[in-house]
């Protein structure tokens, strides 16, 4: 992958972590929600939280000189 490739992957990423923000919240509001599909919800927030650091990582290395 090139560095634009990697923005772009980042991008949408980035916006299907907003997604689950906004999914999370509207479930958690809901008296009756389903705990496993919040629970599962979150867990793939997390996945992509750490796919967006990579990502960032990839795009530009911390290089300590």
């Known amino acids: 992958m090139d560095s634009d490739e990697f923005i772009e992957r980042l991008q949408v990423v980035a916006e ?4 689950l923000d906004v999914a999370i919240a509207a479930l958690a509001r809901d008296p009756a929600h389903d705990q496993v599909q919040l629970a599962r919800l979150k867990k793939r927030k997390l996945r992509l939280r750490d796919e967006m650091a990579a990502l960032k990582d990839a795009i530009e290395p911390d290089i300590i000189a």
Do not use: A, I, L
């Open 16 to 19: 299907e972590h907003r997604d």
